[in-house]
């Protein structure tokens, strides 16, 4: 996994790697990471816990009016305050003062570590003991500015619903699955007791292409508005949807730009090269480290170990070449990022 961030060892990488492969025990994770983000560049680099305090517990009762499992563990008193303004047995200024003593027990001490050990850049300093609060650092003001930002947002709530709705299912992983629904756009759960409609396909996946067209490595946008809005791609084109096993399948769907999907000189119906298939490995690889649920739902779907994911990946590959032929691959128009 390391080698998402080692590849282009940029602040947006090491950003995107707390946030799709840190270890989740709760969502709290998430929830800082939005309320960083939602303060942005702040003109004081000190940050009092009870100014992080108010959009932090505000994006967790949020989310806990859809989803009320938001930890692993079997109880939590931060969450029970957060339920009991919810019902409005408590009020905005009690939630604060809550949270300031409960809610950054864990997560400010475990938010930079990824894979077991902390990153190499640090977006904030702990300074509750001294200062009471955090010091944000100048590698989080460079964020700020980075042309990436506005969809830090879009990914971090993305991964929040797909964790919490695993969570939310009660089941076995092995028997919740993530699909892709072609109309709506969107990644839904399923097992065999329901279907729940999760987030947008583009949020979920752009973290794992660092922002960026998976074929010609241009830079693209998860923002509705944005002239470069991602499209949704299926790898090995939908045509070969009787022919290819769960096609709609996580394993087969990329980000492309608008020329690449559908330009003049766009993939369309063809077959993207072996180089590209081997990029489809690597990222569906990041895929599988990000843990819940995509893990399991890629395993299931392509093979239990490394080995047997590229072989089935390599076998789908020659049935469609054998179907459609004709090989694509465009010219890289930016740098190899992934």
């Keep these: 996994m390391s080698r998402f961030y080692e590849i282009e060892p940029s602040l947006e990488n090491y950003w995107r790697a707390v946030i799709l492969f840190g270890n989740n025990v709760a969502s709290y994770k998430f929830a800082l990471g939005k309320s ?163 987030t947008s396909c583009r949020d979920s996946l752009n973290g794992y292409q660092k922002g960026h067209c998976f074929y010609c490595y241009t830079s693209i946008s998860v923002e509705p508005s944005s002239p470069l809005l991602a499209d949704v791609d299926h790898f090995l084109p939908w045509v070969l949807n009787q022919d290819i096993p769960a096609i709609n399948g996580v394993w087969n769907l990329v980000l492309a730009c608008p020329e690449c999907n559908r330009g003049e000189q766009g993939k369309f119906a063809r077959i993207p090269s072996l180089l590209l298939l081997e990029r489809l490995h690597r990222r569906n690889e990041y895929l599988i480290n990000s843990h819940l649920p995509l893990r399991e739902t890629l395993m299931s779907q392509t093979g239990r170990t490394t080995e047997r994911r590229a072989q089935f990946l390599q076998t789908q590959y020659n049935i469609a070449k054998q179907r459609l032929i004709h090989q694509w691959q465009p010219q890289a128009r930016g740098e190899a990022t992934f």
């Design 36 to 198: 960083l983000l939602e303060l942005g560049a702040v003109q004081d680099d000190l940050v009092r816990l009870e100014q992080l305090a108010e959009p932090f517990s505000r994006h967790l009762c949020e989310h806990l009016k859809h989803a009320p499992k938001q930890i692993t563990s079997k109880s939590s008193k931060f969450l029970d305050t957060c339920k009991s303004f919810n019902l409005g047995e408590l009020n905005q200024q009690s939630l604060i003062e809550q949270t300031v003593k409960l809610g950054f027990n864990n997560v400010i001490d475990a938010f930079h570590i990824v894979n077991r050990a902390e990153i190499d850049t640090r977006f904030f300093i702990d300074e509750r003991k001294t200062h009471g609060g955090i010091r944000m650092t100048e590698a989080f003001l460079q964020l700020t500015e980075s042309e990436q930002f506005q969809s830090f947002e879009h990914e971090t709530e993305a991964r929040w619903r797909l964790v919490e709705e695993a969570w939310g299912m009660g089941v076995s992983r092995n028997l919740v699955s993530v699909e892709y629904d072609r109309e709506l756009k969107a990644l839904f759960a399923s097992n065999r007791e329901r279907r729940v409609n999760i």
